[in-house]
């Protein structure tokens, strides 16, 4: 029997339903595996006294420290950050932190690996404790823990340094592998892990009539993810104009908000453009069935999960060529690379809806993202580095 001890900072709760939703489904499977016994640490990070007391931190604060979720253990121990500036501290203050829980929990738990499921903060944590415990580690990179962290000199020190004394690392795109290798990462440490998609949550829809569920007709953009520059929201916006009579909707949170709203007012696209806000996973399948093409012209990612999600439901995509993008868009029905332009992101928009491919044939271009070889595959690497 394998023993795990999952480390994730992101972890849905009761207050963040789909704060790493993705991580949470991975996990589940992998608990589920007849040869796993598996337990999940946490990590909330809450600022000291007064901003404690903010709205943002008080509902973290209230999480119970340990709880069953979805049947699995979850402890969720508290360690200080220190907001903007504190960035480079987080791994020392997470590690320092939880150690002694970890201690507790191993007495009774004797876990044959830790798995961290995300580069950093949780990465350097990870190897500290693991060096502390004498227990073999693996980190899983996931895109913007490389790609934004590694801007951080101090940080990227402790991210290649966690590399380097980790016992296997996983990446989720074979670009973001060859990212981790140019900052001196081992390559043969380095084992490419794909997500999973629920192919029977996500397929293919009667488009007209999911249309008219929605309220829209004609051409329908979707674009889901984190409000904030770096997934180019606001390049999908402004690329409406030129594309008359097209309805986009966009899902998510996040501090871009607000000039997105004032972006759609003043290009008199009210009409034709909704803010959906966050939503639950739930609600995403009939929402990618309905589109005719899902638009993120991102800045960087690992492989985005909202890519295969529309894939499996027969929705082709338009992105930019960053991070595993080829890796998705490996055939021309999948979709289109464009430049982080307006203009190219109408132009692609335009090519797919002038020829728009067979939902049936986009969803091939999914077939190969399961949970079942997500979890065959994490099963396999950890039970490797266990027995380093």
């Not at 489904?25 to 809450?46: M, N, S, W, Y």
């Not at 007064?50 to 119970?64: E, G, I, M, N, Q």
């Not at 939880?98 to 944590?125: Q, S, W």
């Not at 594309?243 to 997105?260: E, N, Y």
Request: charged share 20%.
């Amino acid at each position: 029997m394998l023993r795990v001890l999952t480390l994730s900072s992101l972890f849905p709760d009761a207050g963040r339903p789909t704060f790493g939703i993705f991580v949470e489904r991975q996990t589940l499977g992998l608990a589920a595996h007849p040869d796993v016994q598996l337990r999940v640490v946490a990590p909330v990070g809450v600022p000291p006294a007064p901003l404690d007391r903010h709205s943002r931190y008080r509902a973290l604060a209230a999480l119970p420290a340990r709880e069953s979720w979805h049947g699995v253990t979850v402890y969720r121990p508290r360690f200080p950050v220190v907001p903007i500036i504190g960035g480079r501290l987080s791994p020392g203050l997470m590690a320092r932190a939880i150690l002694p829980l970890l201690r507790k929990i191993r007495a009774e738990f004797p876990f044959d690996v830790i798995d961290a499921e995300f580069f950093y903060p949780d990465g350097p944590a990870a190897a500290r404790l693991g060096e502390a415990l004498g227990v073999p580690v693996s980190i899983k990179a996931r895109g913007s823990d490389i790609h934004h962290w590694t801007g951080s000199p101090a940080c990227k020190r402790q991210i290649v340094s966690a590399g380097a004394a980790a016992g296997g690392l996983l990446a989720v795109s074979g670009a973001l592998r060859e990212d981790m290798i140019a900052l001196g990462m081992a390559a043969d440490k380095i084992q490419v892990h794909y997500t999973g998609v629920d192919l029977d949550r996500f397929r293919p829809a009667e488009r007209a009539a999911a249309k008219a569920a929605l309220g829209v007709s004609g051409p329908l953009l979707l674009s889901v993810g984190y409000l904030i520059d770096r997934k180019g929201q606001q390049i999908a916006v402004a690329a409406m104009p030129s594309l008359p009579g097209a309805t986009l909707l966009i899902v998510g949170q996040g501090p871009a908000r607000a000039a997105l709203e004032a972006q759609i007012a003043a290009l008199g696209l009210g009409d034709r453009v909704r803010l959906l806000g966050p939503l639950p996973h739930e609600a995403l399948p009939a929402l990618f069935a309905a589109a005719d093409v899902m638009v993120l012209p991102s800045a960087a990612e690992g492989l985005a999960n909202v890519w295969v999600e529309s894939l499996a439901s027969g929705t082709p995509i338009v992105t930019s060529d960053v991070g595993g993008a080829r890796e998705i868009v490996d055939r021309p029905v999948a979709g289109r690379l464009a430049a982080r332009h307006p203009a190219a992101v109408a132009t692609a928009v335009r090519e797919i809806l002038a020829e728009q491919p067979g939902q049936n044939d986009v969803r091939a271009a999914a077939a190969r993202f399961t949970w079942e070889a997500n979890c065959q595959s994490l099963y396999d690497h950890l039970r490797r580095v266990a027995a380093t």
